[in-house]
């Protein structure tokens, strides 16, 4: 229960840094609709494409769509996590001043992209034809693949290092600092999720047992909205929570109000084993 309140207190902290500059949550909803875009752009010439039974162009161009998707993810990720660094330090942060750091690292973004998309891929291939207990496996592999990587974002921002460097040292610090990355993570995705899904639920419910077509249209476009705004919300918290770990875990000390207290409980260096050594 410690771990999980503990967690809870980080997300209110990323909320309360998220709400003091507004301009944050501009780049979670700029990187959805370029995501979007390019999904659109190329994703429905590709499904037109697999109707026609031209399937090596439309997985030419379904590819496409992925990593053009990703890479707009990855890029206004990159520019939230440079804005929640200038916040963090007392400073007013910018769309233009995050949008300048994220155009300055493009070649990262762009490999850190082309890795993701890939290996999201590859699990998601693999999962579609797995059985139940390889299932189970390959969702722990992504599980601890999300984990290792959840650094990587501010590494690129904030070191300037290209796409491998950064896998590189996400994974090193998660390696010497594992503690409940895992609580600040899955915390904020709960929050969202009760702040954001059950009322969208609660809505289409409430609409499909009116029994009208008109108030159910307008109930799942209004649940659509709320759901679309959490997904925007947990995306900066996310980020804003990413970055103030990673600055602790390095040494920089807490940054904002978040706590050292709770920072230092989240990156204490990992147990040793009983019999390890060196």
Do not use: C
């Amino acid at each position: 229960m410690g771990r999980i309140k503990r967690g809870w207190r980080l997300a209110g902290v990323s909320w309360t840094t998220l709400r003091s500059d507004r301009s944050l949550a501009a780049f979670p909803i700029l990187g959805g609709l370029a995501a979007l875009f390019w999904m659109l752009a190329f994703g429905l010439p590709a499904v037109l494409l697999f109707t026609e039974s031209l399937p090596v162009p439309g997985v030419i161009l379904a590819a496409l769509a992925i990593y053009f998707s990703t890479f707009a993810g990855v890029f206004f990720n990159v520019a939230l996590a440079a804005a929640a660094a200038q916040v963090l330090d007392g400073e007013d942060a910018t769309v233009a001043s995050g949008l300048a750091v994220a155009r300055h690292r493009v070649g990262a973004v762009a490999g850190w992209a082309g890795i993701l998309a890939s290996v999201n891929i590859v699990i998601q291939a693999l999962q579609s034809r797995a059985g139940p207990l390889v299932d189970i496996l390959l969702g722990a592999i992504a599980v601890a693949w999300a984990l290792v990587t959840f650094l990587v974002i501010p590494v690129i921002a904030l070191e300037n290092l290209g796409p491998i460097a950064a896998l590189k040292r996400s994974a090193s610090i998660f390696r010497q600092r594992w503690g409940e990355q895992v609580a600040g993570q899955f915390t904020i995705g709960f929050l969202v999720f009760a702040m954001a899904a059950i009322p969208a639920a609660i809505l289409v419910g409430i609409g499909f047992l009116t029994g009208s077509t008109a108030v159910l249209v307008v109930l799942i476009a209004l649940a659509a909205v709320i759901a679309v705004t959490g997904m925007i919300i947990a995306a900066a918290l996310t980020q804003i929570f990413a970055v103030a770990l990673y600055r602790y875990a390095v040494g920089e000390g807490s940054t904002g109000a978040f706590a050292a207290a709770d920072l230092a409980s989240v990156v204490a260096p990992r147990r040793r084993r009983w019999g390890a050594t060196g």
